[in-house]
């Protein structure tokens, strides 16, 4: 199997299933699909409990934060109904 066709079958998995947690060794990189940026101002205690969670996660702060943002966004689009 060439690289080329190890890095086809990798994409053609993640495809399949684009919410599979992260595998271990995995680096997060940033998308390029977002440019927009948002500033959330924490506490100390707030900032600290989200980059525990995220550490625990083997995730970046701001990809954890993003996540979260973006669950509470897909719930409420599904609550709120038409």
Known sequence: MTTGDLIAAEAAAAEQNPDAPIKAGSTITRGH?????????????ELAALATLA????????????????GQLAAADTSTGP
């Open 33 to 45: 699909s977002r440019a927009r940026t948002l500033q959330v101002r924490l506490n100390d205690d």
């Open 55 to 70: 550490a625990a996660r083997g995730v970046p702060v701001s990809t954890l934060a993003r996540d979260l943002l973006l």
